[in-house]
């Protein structure tokens, strides 16, 4: 763990100097079985949000990091595991000038998603557990694994295709017959 990280991964802004802080952290297995079990997941095998933040203007602060992790799903379409390793930078821009949203208002997406307001403590295990919910693949499947069609009609009638209820390939198919109709 860099020597800048404090044990609690809180770090008070208005108490880090000016330069970059360097941080990481590594929850250990129970940490990770809670978040195993918050996130829905099978398991959660390896885990590390490490980067830094430092000073950006007068009052901004940039964290630049990197998570890393190894989960285990359950597969959309069979139950088995499907395990997925994820490497994704995270970069949030803390902000006084950013607007804090009242709880339960609307809020429009901002053309800055990076962008978050300045807090008085940063809490790294909080932004490692959203880094991690926004990294997941949301329809993990298996190798192989394919969704099938499903087609149900009452006894003695076809069900309908996804073909049938394209509009235009009827008219596909009847230029078609009006091309061969011509030429013969």
Do not use: N
């Not at 804090?100 to 809490?123: F, K, S």
């Not at 298996?142 to 969704?147: F, N, P, R, Y």
């Amino acid at each position: 763990m860099p020597e800048d990280t404090p044990p609690s991964g809180l770090l008070r802004l208005s108490h880090l100097k000016r330069r970059a802080t360097a941080f990481e952290i590594v929850p250990d297995a129970p940490a990770r079985r809670v978040l195993s079990e918050a996130l829905g997941l099978l398991d959660l095998r390896k885990l590390r949000l490490s980067g830094q933040i430092a000073a950006e203007g007068a009052h901004d602060w940039l964290l630049t990091a990197t998570l890393g992790a190894t989960v285990v799903q359950p597969c959309v379409v069979t139950l088995d595991p499907v395990t997925t390793r994820i490497d994704e930078p995270v970069t949030r821009r803390y902000s006084p000038d950013a607007d804090t949203p009242a709880p339960g208002e609307e809020v429009e997406m901002p053309e800055d998603d990076t962008l978050e307001p300045l807090p008085e403590v940063l809490d790294l295990h909080a932004l490692l557990a959203e880094a991690l919910a926004l990294a997941l693949p949301q329809f993990p499947r298996g190798d192989g694994a394919e969704l099938g069609a499903v087609g149900a009609a009452p006894e003695g009638v076809t069900p309908i295709a996804d073909e049938d209820t394209r509009p235009f390939a009827g008219l596909a198919a009847l230029r078609d017959k009006l091309d061969s109709g011509d030429k013969g």
